[in-house]
C-alpha cells in the first residue's frame, strides 16, 4: 500500500525455547531477527532514472548476517550452515550455534524478489543504546526536479536549500542524472532530482507539493541563479 519493494525489516525480542523434560522450565533469550528483500542497493544517478537494479541473493544475505552477528554477539564466527541454514554464526570452543540465516518463502505478488531473513542471539553483556523509527504509514509523492546549475555551483549547494524550502515534508532527495550538452547553457550542467514528499500523519495533496516546488524553485533562483531546465 505504501509502494514499497526494496524492504529492511528488523525486531529485537524475547525468543522462548521449549522445556528440555519434565521437572525444567522453558528457556528465553533475546534474539535480533531480520527480513531482506529487493533490490540489493539504493539507485544512484549514475545508473540512470528507471534503471532495473539487481535483486538481492544469498551473498548479499551473508553480508547482511555477518553486520547483524558483529552487532548483536561480536564474539561469533560466521560459517557455512547446513542445507535449511545457508549461514550460521557460532561461539565459544564448543562452536554453539547462536544464529542462522536462510532463504525465506512468503505470500507476495510475482514482482517481487526473492526474500532472505536471518536471526542472531543478543549477548546481553555487549548491548548499547539504539534508536528506531517508525516504517511509513502514508503513500509518498514523487517529484522529478530538472535544475540547470550555473558553473561553481554544487550539488550539496542545491541540496541544502531544496531541503530549506520543503521543511519536513521532504523524506528523500536522489540524484537521477547529470547532463552537459547543447541542450543547457555554454558553462552550465544539468542535473534532475527526484523528490519524495511524505507526511508521516496524513496523504499528502497534489496542490501542497506543487506549493513546495515553487518555493524550492524561488528560493534556489535567488539565492545560486539555479533555474528549471525547459523541456
Do not use: N
Not at 522445556?19 to 549514475?46: F, I, K, N, Q, S
Not at 561461539?91 to 510475482?110: C, E, T
Not at 520543503?166 to 547553457?185: A, C, Q, T
Amino acid at each position: 500500500s505504501v509502494r514499497e519493494r526494496d524492504i529492511r525489516l528488523f525486531e529485537l525480542g524475547t525468543v522462548f525455547r521449549a522445556c528440555a523434560g519434565p521437572g525444567t522450565t522453558p528457556t528465553e533469550r533475546l534474539a535480533l531477527a531480520g527480513v531482506l528483500t529487493g533490490a540489493r542497493r539504493p539507485l544512484h544517478w549514475t545508473d540512470g532514472g528507471d534503471a532495473k537494479l539487481p535483486d538481492m541473493d544469498i551473498w548479499d544475505l551473508k553480508r547482511h548476517f555477518e553486520l547483524a552477528v558483529s552487532e548483536a554477539f561480536p564474539g561469533a564466527r560466521v560459517r557455512p550452515g547446513t542445507r535449511e541454514d545457508l549461514w550460521q554464526a557460532v561461539a565459544g570452543p564448543d562452536d554453539r550455534q547462536v544464529g542462522r540465516a536462510a532463504r525465506m518463502q512468503a505470500d507476495a505478488p510475482r514482482s517481487a524478489g526473492a526474500l532472505f531473513g536471518f536471526e542472531v542471539e543478543v549477548d546481553v553483556a555487549a548491548q548499547r543504546a539504539v534508536h528506531f523509527a517508525p516504517l511509513p504509514a502514508q503513500p509518498p509523492i514523487e517529484q522529478d526536479l530538472s535544475l540547470v546549475l550555473p558553473s561553481g555551483v554544487t550539488a550539496q549547494q542545491v541540496e541544502t536549500l531544496l531541503r530549506q524550502a520543503s521543511g519536513s515534508l521532504l523524506e528523500r532527495l536522489i540524484v537521477l542524472d547529470e547532463y552537459r550538452g547543447d541542450k543547457v547553457p555554454e558553462g552550465t550542467r544539468g542535473v534532475t532530482w527526484r523528490c519524495v514528499f511524505r507526511d508521516p500523519a496524513r496523504t499528502l495533496r497534489d496542490g501542497e507539493v506543487d506549493d513546495v516546488i515553487r518555493r524550492m524553485l524561488a528560493l534556489l533562483e535567488g539565492e545560486l541563479g539555479v533555474r528549471r531546465r525547459a523541456g
